[in-house]
């Protein structure tokens, strides 16, 4: 048989994994259209108000329903001994740490993109702004992945586990949502939403360049 | 050959060094067995060999592929046997199939339930079959007798004593019960460091 | 290698036997203990003078009257919430890559303080937004940066508290406090770029070119003051810090013991 690499060996196996454990995986999408839900119930179901609060709400609801699956992202291979597999010998990780990375965003955050519209029509966003939704989902989502696997790794043998995870994501995504709901409301009037989805490319460029080194050496820190 | 080579070996947690230096050179054929108390460093010592803790000072040579078994035996409980021992083998397979790593831990006919329903003793022979179906000379073991009764841990000498034969080489640590094995054995003892000051 | 060469090497030799000195934690603690009152001292001095300039001698804003004069807090503290990070940063990332036990603990100590300069930058921007914008809380692009500052401080403070390994902790939490230099100025941009989209400019507590020539010096005294209270607070959270991980060490109880006598010395050629 033919060596597979560890990074396609892992990201098959991640994704059979979540399939057979789909209940779990859904999770974030449930809680997407439970926020999408409950906000018209809480300020009323007036369409110029809604329309209005679409942009925030959908991408604040997409936030935080990320934050569910990031507890479970490497604690279970944490409690298992699969974890610390990964920086046998010479391997560095990195391979691991990508597929995991995408197997992720692949789980929690691509089902939430796909029905994305479903939330947007269902809170009156005007439907020339969907495409400039999707494009900022699309491009924002891979950052937002690994902002908090930085902060699932970082807690991952803390006391108290989990608890820590909202207040170390909520700071540095201030500049993702400024950038995509930004986009997303101009579009919604109308007007050219380029420079946001510029500044929210560079800014997830710049995670996707830089996040992989913090994540990896805070897991491996956690492993000591 | 030497497959694996380690020098003035340190890690320190908690600002502490956790055992004094350790050298050792591992060559084809060879076992070393790594003895001590419990909280004398062993499994932290096999962890710095592996790769998986960066040594304080010191540095770790490897010439080889290896395989480490840990604590945990490193399998996915929502796999099935077959399913975790054909993820190891896509890493690098051995001549071993799934079928004979299964027979040669003594799980016939279990390779297709679910992980989690095996029990510990179980759990541990799926983790120690890892072993056969890789293509890794050196064997780090962490503990490879703890939780197997008298003929599990005869089947896990058996396994050291033909991978030695066949050129691997092997570290194990353990705290009670001694290998008994036809290949040469190295004994390492380790010591507390902080031991050794009070 | 010509005269100046010679120089600038000789301060660089010296500068890094200090480090590595300082790097001792019985020396550092001496040093601690020696200097920070000398700090404490140089900080009262500032301040009284600094504060007497502001409430006595600079006259009323034409504009602004007496509320202005919150400025001389307010603005140090803002400044010196951002130097502690950039400090923080700096002292977070030789620990990381030297992993000095010392760094590992000053940048853990930078943490608190710089909180609680954001703290007050915070709470005197809103008691001075209070007259101002009639209102407690305004969505202005620099108060808004601050609050997430201080978020981003409490999330070093938890993360570094969360870990029993005190070393492992301030290494974890180093990590974070890198991740936080990198995004700081983003975070910041982003929140200009949103408050200009958003509402057009809201009035600034401070306009652009309103510093005038009389509000200079005691801005530069409290400017200088905090400096100095800033290296008191410290060398002596580190002290306190050191101590108490070391606390089963000998050095420790010599080091205590040390300040005990000295104590018990004073009191008793007080009863004689």
């Not at chain 1, 057979?20 to 179901?45: H, K, N, Q, S, W």
């Not at chain 1, 946001?196 to 913090?214: D, E, K, Q, R, V």
């Not at chain 3, 983003?186 to 070119?209: K, M, N």
Request: hydrophobic share 50%; charged share 15%; aromatic share 8%.
């Amino acid at each position: 048989m033919a060596k597979t690499s560890p990074f396609l060996a892992l990201l098959k196996r991640d994704i059979k994994l979540s399939i057979r454990r789909a209940g779990e995986t859904l999770l974030p999408l449930f809680f997407l259209f439970a926020v999408v839900v409950l906000i018209p119930l809480g300020v009323g179901p007036g369409p110029n108000l809604l329309s209005l609060m679409a942009p925030g709400m959908i991408w604040v609801a997409a936030l935080l329903a990320s934050l569910l699956a990031l507890d479970q992202l490497f604690r279970g291979d944490l409690d298992d001994g699969t974890l610390e597999q990964w920086f046998i010998g010479p391997s560095s990780g990195y391979a691991q740490l990508g597929a995991r990375l995408i197997s992720h965003w692949l789980i929690s955050a691509l089902p939430v993109i796909v029905f994305s519209p479903l939330a947007a029509i269902m809170l009156h966003l005007p439907l020339e702004a969907l495409p400039v939704l999707i494009l900022t989902l699309l491009i924002g989502t891979p950052a937002l992945s690994l902002i908090g696997s930085l902060a699932a790794a970082l807690t991952l043998t803390t006391r108290g586990a989990g608890g820590l995870l909202p207040i170390l994501v909520f700071p540095m995504v201030v500049p993702l949502l400024i950038f995509a709901t930004g986009a997303v409301s101009l579009a919604a009037e109308g007007t050219v939403s380029n420079p946001h989805l510029g500044l929210l490319l560079a800014f997830t460029i710049l995670n996707l360049s830089l996040m992989p080194i913090a994540i990896r050496a805070a897991l491996k820190m956690n492993l000591e | 050959m030497t497959l694996l080579q380690a020098e003035r070996l340190t890690f320190q947690r908690g600002g502490e060094d956790i055992f004094e230096p350790v050298s050792l050179t591992l060559a084809a054929g060879r076992v070393i067995v790594i003895r001590g108390d419990n909280g004398a460093g062993k499994t932290t010592l096999l962890r710095v060999l592996a790769g998986v803790l960066s040594p304080s000072s010191g540095c770790v040579r490897l010439n080889a592929e290896p395989i480490f078994v840990g604590h945990l035996p490193a399998v996915k409980a929502d796999l099935s046997g077959r399913e975790n021992l054909h993820y190891e083998r896509q890493l690098g397979a051995s001549q071993t199939t799934i079928a004979m790593a299964l027979i040669q831990v003594g799980l016939a006919g279990m390779g297709a339930r679910p992980a989690r329903t095996l029990s510990a003793g179980q759990k541990k022979r799926l983790g120690l079959a890892r072993l056969l179906v890789r293509n890794a000379p050196i064997w780090l073991l962490d503990e490879p007798y703890a939780s197997l009764d008298a003929a599990g841990c005869a089947r896990v000498d058996a396994l050291i004593d033909a991978h030695t034969s066949q050129g691997g080489a092997v570290v194990l640590s353990t705290h009670q019960q001694l290998p008994q094995l036809d290949a040469a054995i190295d004994y390492l003892n380790v010591a507390s460091a902080s031991a050794a000051d009070g | 290698m010509s005269h100046q060469d010679e120089q600038v090497w000789v301060i660089w030799k010296t500068l890094k036997r200090w480090f590595h000195m300082l790097g001792s934690p019985p020396t550092f603690s001496r040093f601690a203990r020696t200097v920070s009152p000398w700090l404490w001292a140089a900080f009262a001095i500032c301040l009284v003078y600094g504060i007497y300039l502001a409430l006595y001698v600079v006259p009323p804003d034409y504009q602004q009257s007496d509320t202005s004069r919150i400025m001389y807090i307010h603005v140090p503290s803002a400044w010196q919430a951002m130097l502690i990070y950039v400090i923080m940063a700096v002292l977070a990332s030789i620990a990381l890559i030297w992993r000095i036990r010392m760094t590992e603990i000053m940048a853990m100590s930078c943490a608190p303080i710089g909180a609680a300069f954001t703290l007050i930058c915070l709470v005197t921007g809103s008691i001075w937004g209070r007259p101002m914008w009639g209102t407690w809380w305004e969505w202005d692009a620099r108060l808004t940066s601050m609050l997430v500052l201080l978020f981003i401080y409490i999330g070093i403070m938890a993360l570094y508290a969360a870990f029993d390994d005190r070393r492992k902790a301030a290494r974890i939490a180093s990590v974070l406090v890198l991740a936080g230099a990198v995004n700081i100025p983003i975070i910041h941009f982003s929140v200009e770029w949103w408050t200009t989209l958003h509402q057009g400019q809201t009035i600034r507590l401070l306009g652009e070119s309103s510093l005038h020539s009389s509000m200079m010096p005691p801005l530069l005294w409290l400017t200088v003051a905090i400096k100095f209270m800033f290296g008191a607070a410290l060398l002596d959270r580190s002290r306190n810090e050191l101590l108490e991980q070391d606390q089963s060490k000998q050095w420790v109880q010599r080091e205590l013991e040390g300040q005990f006598d000295a104590r018990q010395q004073t009191r008793a050629a007080d009863h004689a």
